[in-house]
């Protein structure tokens, strides 16, 4: 869903336009159970990006000068509130989202000539 998003969000720039959101990405594995819980999914920890997908599908997108900035990394009290509320195991499963779910300042930029351009005529 999120390549969609980020396609549309190319394609609306201008040329040389800039993209900037905060949003949850994650480091590493998260349990099945977490990322199909939809608790979780309404909150953005389950479908949030890994930090390499997050990369790979602003590239994709025609994105260039990416930037991911950590804000904070959620700690073990944090994974258990958060799971708390999902009615998944807090205990079997906070040890393992511990550390993994961030926030992050997401950036990246419409190159100046976009390369689905069809000449310089038409992008100015």
Do not use: H, Q
């Not at 205990?91 to 351009?117: D, N, Q, Y």
Request: glycine share 8%; with cysteine; net charge neutral.
């Amino acid at each position: 869903m999120k390549d969609v998003v980020l396609r549309e969000a190319f394609r609306v720039l201008k040329p040389g336009g800039r993209f900037a959101v905060s949003d949850v990405v994650v480091r590493g594995e998260i349990p099945a159970d977490v990322r199909r819980s939809i608790e979780l999914w309404v909150g953005c920890v389950a479908g949030a990006l890994s930090e390499a997908d997050y990369r790979r599908t602003l590239e994709s997108a025609g994105f260039s000068d990416i930037e991911l900035e950590t804000t904070r990394v959620y700690e073990l009290e944090d994974a258990r509130a958060v799971l708390a509320e999902s009615g998944l195991d807090v205990e079997r499963l906070a040890g393992s989202v511990e550390g993994r779910v961030t926030s992050a300042f997401v950036r990246a930029r419409k190159p100046a000539i976009a390369r689905s351009c069809c000449g310089p005529a038409c992008c100015n």
